[in-house]
């Protein structure tokens, strides 16, 4: 084995570890360097594994935007938040994710919260409602980017152990 392999496969690795990890962490596009961990070891050892896997890899990461995107929305929404309380919500989280994980969480309920009262003026209850849904959403559409990471990383563990 080559010493460019051997890094091939360490570049590979971390990229795919940093990857999982970043599915939790603000800031660290998750799924992205797993994508990006599976087509640069395509390009650095096309043996391994086939395009059509990156392919499929590929769906998986669009797939993972969607549902983090939209389990907030959906949150927001059928906690009975307004279009504005779904724009409060995504507001809200990409100020949080510039701090922790917490305050990204925190950051779409108040954001949530904050467009409900303020723009559609409504009563304690139903905000409080919007930002549940919103939070509830965050931590749906954060389980879901991991399944998909999870997905992403073992298809690409398979793909190369049956090279």
């Given at each position: 084995?080559?010493?460019?392999?051997?890094l091939?496969?360490i570049?590979?690795?971390?990229?795919?570890?940093v990857?999982?990890?970043?599915?939790?962490?603000?800031?660290?596009?998750?799924?992205?360097?797993?994508?990006?961990?599976?087509?640069?070891?395509?390009?650095?050892?096309?043996?391994?594994?086939?395009?059509?896997?990156?392919?499929?890899?590929?769906?998986?990461?669009?797939?993972?935007?969607?549902?983090?995107?939209?389990?907030?929305?959906?949150?927001?929404?059928?906690?009975?938040?307004?279009?504005?309380?779904?724009?409060?919500?995504?507001?809200?989280?990409?100020?949080?994710?510039?701090?922790?994980?917490?305050?990204?969480?925190?950051?779409?309920?108040?954001?949530?919260?904050?467009?409900?009262?303020?723009?559609?003026?409504?009563?304690?209850?139903?905000?409080?409602?919007?930002?549940?849904?919103?939070?509830?959403?965050?931590?749906?559409?954060?389980?879901?980017?991991?399944?998909?990471?999870?997905?992403?990383?073992?298809?690409?563990?398979?793909?190369?152990?049956?090279?």
């Open positions: 084995m080559s010493i460019l392999t051997i091939a496969w570049l590979t690795a971390v990229l795919l570890l990857g999982l990890v970043g599915t939790l962490v603000p800031l660290l596009p998750g799924t992205t360097l797993i994508l990006m961990a599976t087509a640069l070891h395509k390009l650095m050892l096309p043996a391994t594994i086939s395009w059509g896997v990156v392919g499929v890899i590929a769906c998986l990461w669009v797939l993972s935007l969607l549902v983090d995107f939209g389990c907030v929305l959906l949150g927001t929404r059928l906690g009975g938040g307004s279009k504005w309380g779904m724009a409060g919500a995504g507001g809200g989280a990409i100020a949080g994710a510039f701090v922790s994980v917490p305050a990204l969480l925190l950051g779409s309920v108040v954001g949530a919260m904050l467009a409900e009262k303020l723009v559609h003026r409504r009563n304690l209850r139903d905000t409080l409602r919007a930002g549940l849904g919103a939070g509830l959403g965050f931590i749906l559409g954060t389980l879901g980017r991991l399944a998909c990471a999870v997905a992403m990383i073992t298809l690409f563990l398979v793909a190369v152990l049956r090279a």
